[in-house]
């Protein structure tokens, strides 16, 4: 599917996390189309809170950098309640 490569590329564009920070992902979301969109989560686990924060804050200016192109948009959510 072609949402699911351009998420895979993207993630693998970005920079490798640290020590204690691990990247699960990109898979379908558990609702993959809703609204008439495809959806992917991508996962950020991070031992201790500094250190992901860390690695997040430049992820995050490369993510928001990005052209906005091909109707690909991302969103981040912070200790996610679930996973939908």
Known sequence: MEFLRRA???AQGLDAPGPGIQILGPVPAPMERRAGRYRAQLLVEGERRPGLQRFLTPWVATL?????????????????????
């Open 64 to 84: 928001r950098a990005l052209p906005r192109t091909g109707g690909l948009r991302w969103s981040l959510d912070v200790d996610p309640q679930d996973m939908l």
């Open 8 to 10: 895979r590329a993207l």
